[in-house]
Nanobody
Framework: QVRLIESGGRSVQAGGSLRLSCVVS????????MGWFRQAPGTLEREFVA?????????NYADSVKGRFTISRDNAKNTVYVQMNSLKPEDTAVYYC?????????????????WGQGTQVTVSS
């Protein structure tokens, strides 16, 4: 059984930085493309944030975070990260990592088969 566990979320002031981590267990991590999504308060859908392919050679970002967030992975540690800089109040959300058994990366939540429980990020102005 694949498990994804996120950590690193907390409250920060605007302009600050956070690094979220997601540890994956249960299957060969290096076979998965990984994504970060977020769900803002009062919204029903999860928004794509960033994704990385199985070996880290390809990444994709939402326009809203491009230049501020960086996704990376360490296959030796079964972990994917997202470094978030220059945080804004509109980045406030529950952040989820997700795994896709695929060689390509996707921005669509429905294409990810495994999800973590989420970690709360709150950015105050």
């Amino acid at each position: 059984q694949v498990r994804l566990i996120e950590s690193g979320g907390r409250s920060v002031q605007a302009g600050g930085s956070l690094r979220l981590s997601c540890v994956v267990s249960g299957r060969t991590f290096s076979n998965y493309a990984m994504g970060w999504f977020r769900q803002a308060p009062g919204t029903l859908e999860r928004e794509f944030v960033a994704a990385i392919n199985y070996n880290g050679g390809s990444t994709n970002y939402a326009d809203s975070v491009k230049g501020r967030f960086t996704i990376s992975r360490d296959n030796a540690k079964n972990t994917v990260y997202v470094q978030m800089n220059s945080l804004k109040p509109e980045d406030t959300a529950v952040y989820y990592c997700a795994a896709d058994w695929s060689t390509t990366i996707s921005t669509i939540p429905g294409e990810y088969s495994r999800w973590g429980q989420g970690t709360q990020v709150t950015v105050s102005s």
